[in-house]
């Protein structure tokens, strides 16, 4: 479970740990056609091409030419192939290139440039400013005094902001050429996906002794990939390499979603393919019959008295054959590039573009775009998804005074700016903590302006806040950080930082005031996670109504609290932690409980208020997706009072009398339940009642409801249009959007933090906002985009003509295909059930993957209704919510069509073309231009707007009908040499063409 | 006092700004009307109006098309249809023909008069048909080398023919069922016993004679093995001369077809009788199929073919009736078009489907 890595030690490892050679290659030179193709074959439509091409090898059974199956296969094969090929020599390139990069590498204590891939698990790497860092080091030592580095995460987490990372205690003060020889041992967890936690040991071997272990964290590490910033050289041991680093280990190709089309088009084509066999089972009898009683008195057909033992299987296999293009070889094919053009047109829409930024949508899943046509259900974040989560400190409570309610600002209140300028002794204690309470680190420009790096918006607004309430955080030189405050300079130095989680709620800093010496426990956090704790005797009756009030107003709070902590009790408690800290199982829990010790019997100081506007457009988008149909959930972290604010402010939810909230909570489960049972009952009640209807449930109470009452929560969900779960954490999001899926809802899941990844994952379709928290969330997802209110768009225009055209796509590939494929088993009842086929080899191949498939591919440029017309009236959407457009009816619908047009298209021909016109090669292409010319009338029905392409597409494509067929008849040696030529001539012929192209319109 | 300094943006640094500003720029898509879905179309809506209007114009002209055709094939072409099968079998035969058609022995002319109803102008086709008979059997259909016909240097490539492929004595040419099963009955045509020339040239198809059947090709082994089928060929004669077998090999899609014997190029006059004296060789009697003789004149949609005229006639009559049904509901129940009360969601008072 563990591994132990010996620094400097070059030997040790080699056989245990790999080296430093990455590789996200699929496949190898060797393995790529084996592999590759057994992909492939493992999709039942493949395998079922394969067996027909298989068959039709044999001569016996064949009706046609075998290159009229195995031509389309291996064009398929050969297509999808070659992109794999493609992609992964991309892979190959980028691999061989950080592979090979050179880097400075120790060896027998002397500093070495070697290849990346040579790094090896012990080894002392050594980078620069810069540098990319070539595998999970552990940091030993910087060119920083303090043993500070600074590195940017942006391909790992997609955070922009640098973030610090420090050496361990033990290596600190080491000097530059000693750090050559250092020797130790890391012990360290075997490698995991887990970025945010590192929990091992370091200890070094004489002459480096230290007493004890020293406990590593994240915090001393620089993962691979990152890169190292503002800071001239660091040099760390490699920990994890090559394919097990963190980055490595969380690679992984996810689970590809497949679309409720996708499966009604998979169980379509199962159905299909039953009816195919029943045919061929009626067929070979009767082909036997027949041959038995009929075709042996049939002298010119020779057939022999006694067949081979396999005699009784040919017709039927030949019927086999003769319906295998019953199911479409190019539906895959269709389908795959309307998809990625599906996808193109949402990255290429102007519309969704941020203007802010720059940033358009982008479609990273190109398979998915019809789901967003049936979504049903929206779970959304609150922060940063429906907010701009730019965060503007407003308000604030400072000992029972409010500051900023007359102006909505606090900044400009000269209640408070007097209470500054008169240094009150409660404000500056207040300041102090909103300016060094938290993980923020300033950096001096040139010019001496002062910018912070933050890596918690609402941090970011309290500093600047406490800026220009004149409590400056100037400076942070190692542990020591510089105020100013009215013109004097306050030093403290920082002792430990007890990092925010989300289940404490808070953070806190212990710091000691350099002046006088003093220790002082600052905090901030979630009132339920500060105020409980205040110390006995102290008044929180108006911090609770300030939380309140702001709450009301949609703020966002934080309670600031501060404690003064005597000398021993520091000191007993820092050794407690340090062994916390250092703990390799449940280190965080450890964590928590100790510090848990300490944040009690505060002193609360007051309550800030940030504010954090709505986006642009979110009510109007969150009410036209409302009328569409969509139910909303917003799913948040953040408080009740906040949550319901803000879903009011944005059309979430009606006010009352309109609406209702029905409330879930309670401590215990008997409370849970009772309160469920309420609200389930008043739900069943009011569901036939046109009232908007919403319930709010938190974190706690929803754990128990989701553990001990799934059932009855599940039914409130399903009755439910609306809910907001607020309190909630990353995996009860996903547990929800579970939950719904569960329930056969199609679900939409969008977010931008990393908290919302694991729920964007679950979801059927995940979008990210590519916003101020962060591209982790825009990774993660399918579709990407900038703003909430794209969201619309994306729904609505994007998904909507995307169900329609596929629906519309691949249930003409089914007709295109049953019709010719009805003619054949017509023409099979007139030519004694003997498997002949009608059609050549060379016009059924070019049926199916020409003339039919080019002007159906245009389709993806229909509109049935403007842009505009399915803005105005979202209802539309329920048409595709429903999946009316593709649904065992209407494929029905097609099959009847393609039935009653192959009737047409061969009565009418054996019936014109009969007696001294009956000539094989004529009819089949009498009956081949029928069926061309009522593709293209049907193609040309189901248009709603013709642009020139599609008129391109359509009459150009009967115009090469002819062209390619006329082609054919001058070549001497091919069997339809003439034929169309001298069809063409006929009268009749286009007087059958009329006739079976309008007895088609009935 | 430094508060200008605190106020400064905390995001990003103000070069890796512009940097990933100006990259996210290039990245911008490029306007064009079909990235944005937005090319100029026509949007036809099939108005009552419109499609009124198409069906009583197809109407209107596809009756009157549809009773010209018919009125081409029934007045102008003119026909005569003889099955003699049955009656060529000499009634000490008649339980058994089959013993009667597969004795080389007995004589197997047979003497039929036929009527002319109506005058019959020149050219008058001649043409043998046959029902029952499967042309576009599997078996018989692939049975062929039309290579070995072109040329005579493929003379070996008979792998399609089986079982007629070659004999002892080499491959056969023409090899496979089609050509083995050569239809050989004759007629010999005779008004007021003077003999009518029948013309045997130019009855197959023009590109056959050129392309398909070579001029240096002869027959080789033909008929010449265990079983005999049909016709035997003049082995002096080329492939491109023999166009019986040409019109043969043209094999037919449906199991009742005719195949154009020859043409009379004379006017034959209504009420004239005609003799003809058949040579009733070749066997349908296994499989019951029958055999006649048709003598036709043609017009310009060929031979007597009344199912397109019919069929515009209904075809045109249906579109008539739905347009006349179409205007009845327009007039009866008219409703406005576009109206958004007739939308789903607008119907139903509830609104919502919950």
């Known amino acids: 479970m563990k591994r132990y890595v010996y620094i400097n030690d070059n030997e040790s490892s080699h056989e245990l740990y790999c080296d430093n050679r990455i590789s996200n290659r699929k496949y190898t030179v060797l393995n790529f056609l084996p592999k590759n193709l057994w992909e492939q074959f493992s999709r039942f439509m493949n395998q079922y091409f394969l067996l027909i091409a298989c068959l039709q090898l044999w001569s016996l059974i064949t009706p046609v030419n075998p290159a009229s199956t195995w031509g389309p296969l291996i064009f398929i094969f050969a297509v999808s192939a070659s992109k794999e090929a493609w992609d992964d020599y991309n892979r190959y390139l980028s691999d061989k290139k950080a ?6 590498v120790v060896r027998q204590g002397i500093r070495k440039h070697i290849q990346a891939q040579d790094i090896h698990v012990g080894n002392i790497v050594w980078l620069r400013e810069n540098d990319e860092v070539p595998c999970d080091l552990v940091l030993i030592g910087t060119s920083d005094p303090q043993g500070l580095c600074y590195v940017e995460t942006a391909a790992l987490d997609g955070e922009t902001d640098l973030k610090t990372r420090v050496i361990p205690s033990a290596c600190m003060g080491i000097d530059f050429e000693l750090l050559h020889k250092i020797k130790g041992v890391i012990e360290c967890p075997n490698p995991d996906k887990d970025i945010t936690r590192f929990d091992a040991n370091l200890r070094l071997f004489p002459p480096f002794i230290d007493n004890d272990v020293c406990p590593l964290t994240i915090k001393n590490t620089i993962l691979q990939s990152c890169y190292l910033r503002n800071t001239e050289w660091a040099c760390g041991v490699a920990v994890y390499t090559g394919n097990e680093t963190k980055l490595g280990m969380s690679r992984g190709i996810p689970e590809p979603k497949l679309t409720a089309m996708d499966a009604m088009i998979d169980k379509l084509t199962g159905a299909i393919f039953v009816f195919q066999i029943v045919v061929v089972m009626v067929l070979g009898i009767a082909g036997n019959v027949w041959k038995d009683t009929e075709a042996r008195k049939q002298w010119y057909v020779q057939y022999p008295i006694e067949g081979p033992w396999y005699e009784l299987l040919v017709i039927p296999l030949r019927f086999e054959l003769l319906c295998s293009i019953m199911i479409p070889i190019s539906i895959k094919v269709s389908l795959d590039l309307v998809k990625s053009l599906y996808a193109k047109f949402i990255d290429w829409d102007t519309e969704m573009i941020d203007y802010e930024t720059g940033i358009p949508s982008h479609a990273t899943n190109t398979a998915i775009s019809e789901d967003l046509g049936q979504v049903e259900y929206i779970m959304t974040d609150k922060t940063g998804t429906l907010t701009e989560n730019r965060m503007i400190f407003r308000r604030c409570c400072i000992s029972g005074v409010f500051y900023g309610n007359e102006s909505g600002d606090a900044l400009k209140d000269t209640k408070l700016l007097n209470a500054v300028a008169g240094s009150s002794p409660d404000v500056v204690q207040f300041l102090t903590v909103m300016a060094i309470c938290n993980t923020v680190v300033p ?29 400056v955080y100037a400076n942070k030189t190692a542990n020591i950080l510089e105020i100013r405050f009215n013109g004097s300079v306050i030093k403290y130095e920082v002792l430990e930082i007890l990092e925010f989680t989300s289940d404490r709620k808070r953070m806190s800093v212990v710091v000691k005031d350099c002046q006088n010496g003093k220790i002082v426990l600052l905090s901030k956090g979630a009132d339920e996670a500060i105020l409980p704790y205040a110390y006995v005797g102290q008044q929180t009756r108006t911090f609770i109504e300030a939380v309140e009030q702001y709450a009301q107003l949609g703020l966002r709070t934080l309670c600031l609290a501060c404690r003064e902590l005597r000398e021993d009790e520091y000191q007993e408690w820092s050794l407690l932690f340090k062994e916390a800290s250092s703990t390799l199982v449940d280190r965080e829990w450890r964590i928590a409980e100790v510090c848990q010790r300490l944040e009690h019997d505060f002193e609360v100081l007051g309550v800030t208020a940030i504010e954090d506007r709505l986006q642009d457009g979110v009510p109007e988008t969150i009410e036209t997706l409302r009328k569409a149909g969509i139910n909303f959930w917003m799913l948040t972290g953040d408080k009740q009072n906040t949550a319901i604010q803000i879903a009011l402010s944005c059309n979430f939810i009606s006010p009352e009398p309109k609406g209702q909230l029905l409330l879930i909570d309670g401590k215990t489960e008997d409370e ?29 109470a929803l754990e128990i409801a989701l553990k001990h009452y799934r059932k009855a929560f ?24 579970e939950l719904l899926k569960s329930c056969d809802y199609r679900t939409l899941a969008i977010g931008d933090g990393g908290n919302d990844v694991r729920m964007i994952q679950q979801a059927d379709i995940g979008v990210g906002i590519s916003g101020r928290e962060g591209l982790q969330a825009a990774r993660a997802a399918d579709y990407s985009i900038g703003k909430f209110r794209f969201l619309k768009r994306l729904i609505l225009v994007h998904g909507r003509y995307s169900y329609n055209r596929t629906a519309f796509l691949s249930q003409y590939s089914f007709y295109k295909s049953l019709v010719i494929c009805f003619i054949q088993i017509f023409f099979s009842f007139i030519s004694g059930v003997s498997g002949t086929s009608l059609f050549n080899s060379v016009s059924l191949m070019a049926y199916n993957v020409f003339y039919t498939s080019v002007p159906v591919l245009v389709s993806v440029l229909d509109k049935d209704l403007s842009e505009g017309t399915v803005m105005q009236h979202p209802q539309i959407l329920f048409y595709c919510q429903a999946g009316r457009l593709l649904n065992p009816s209407t494929f029905a619908g097609w099959f009847g069509r393609s039935l009653f047009h192959a009737i047409v298209v061969f009565v009418i021909t054996i019936h014109a073309y009969a007696y001294e016109k009956s000539e094989m090669e004529e009819l089949s292409m009498v009956a081949l231009s029928g069926c061309i010319w009522l593709q293209a009338f049907v193609v040309a029905l189901e248009t709603n707007s013709f642009t020139i392409l599609q008129h391109l597409a359509i009459w150009g494509n009967l115009v090469a009908f002819y062209v390619i067929n006329w082609i054919f008849s001058a070549i001497p040696a091919s069997g339809m040499y003439t034929i169309m030529f001298r069809l063409c001539r006929q009268l009749s012929y286009w007087i059958t063409m009329s006739v079976s192209f309008t007895l088609s319109v009935f | 006092m430094d508060t200008n300094g605190a106020t400064t943006s905390s995001t990003a640094g103000g070069g890796s700004t512009s940097k990933s500003s100006s990259k996210k720029h290039s990245r911008k898509p490029v306007y064009s009307r079909f990235t944005q879905q937005e090319l100029p179309a026509c949007k036809p809506i099939l108005t009552p109006g419109l499609v009124i209007a198409t069906f009583t114009i197809i109407g209107i002209i596809f009756i009157p098309l549809g009773l010209v055709s018919l009125s081409a094939s029934e007045k102008v072409v003119v026909e005569i249809v003889d099955r003699y099968d049955e009656s060529c079998v000499p009634s000490n035969y008649s339980n058994d023909k089959l013993k009667f058609i597969q004795n080389p022995s007995i004589n197997k002319s047979c003497v039929r008069t036929l009527t002319v109803p109506k005058l019959m102008k020149s050219p008058v086709f001649i043409y043998y048909q046959l029902d029952n008979y499967y042309q576009n059997h599997r078996r018989y259909v692939k049975s062929r080398s039309d290579k070995q016909l072109r040329s005579v240097s493929d003379e070996k490539s008979t792998t399609d023919c089986s079982p007629e492929d070659k004999t002892v004595d080499g491959p056969i040419v023409p090899c496979g069922l089609v050509a083995w099963s050569l239809f050989n009955d004759t007629y010999w045509f005779s008004v007021n016993s003077k003999t009518i020339e029948v013309n045997k040239h130019d009855i197959a198809w023009k590109s056959d004679k050129e392309h398909k059947f070579g001029s240096n090709v002869y027959p080789k082994n033909f008929q010449s093995g265990g079983l005999i089928g049909g016709a035997k060929l003049n082995s002096s004669v080329p492939l491109s001369k023999q166009e019986d077998l040409m019109v043969w090999m043209r094999t037919a899609a449906l199991p009742t077809f005719r195949k154009l014997y020859g043409k009379i190029e004379q006017d034959l006059q209504a009420n004239e009788k005609i003799q003809v004296v058949i040579q009733n060789n070749y066997n349908t009697y296994s499989f019951s199929g029958k055999k006649k003789l048709v003598l036709s004149t043609t017009s310009w949609i060929g031979g007597k073919n009344d199912f397109l005229g019919i069929a515009y006639i209904i075809v045109g009559g249906l579109c008539l009736f739905l347009a006349v049904c179409f205007i009845l509901l327009y007039v009866i129940k008219p409703r406005p078009l576009g109206d958004p009360s007739y939308l789903s969601w607008n119907r139903s008072p509830a609104g919502h489907p919950n």
């Not at chain 1, 592979?99 to 400075?104: F, G, R, S």
């Open chain 1, 714 to 737: 599940t039914e409130l969900a399903i009755l439910s249009r609306t809910a907001i779960c607020c309190r909630v954490t990353p995996s009860q999001k996903a547990q929800l959007v």
């Open chain 1, 672 to 700: 849970v339940c009772r309160s469920l049972e309420r609200v389930l009952l008043t739900m069943r009640i009011t569901s036939s009642e046109p009232k908007d209807v919403a319930f709010v449930v938190d974190g706690w």
């Open chain 1, 99 to 104: 592979n090979e990069k050179l880097v400075w």
């Open chain 1, 443 to 471: 950096i001096k420009s040139k010019t001496g302006a002062i910018s912070y790096k933050a890596q918690s918006q609402d941090e970011d607004a309290l500093v600047n806040a406490a800026a220009q309430l004149h409590m």
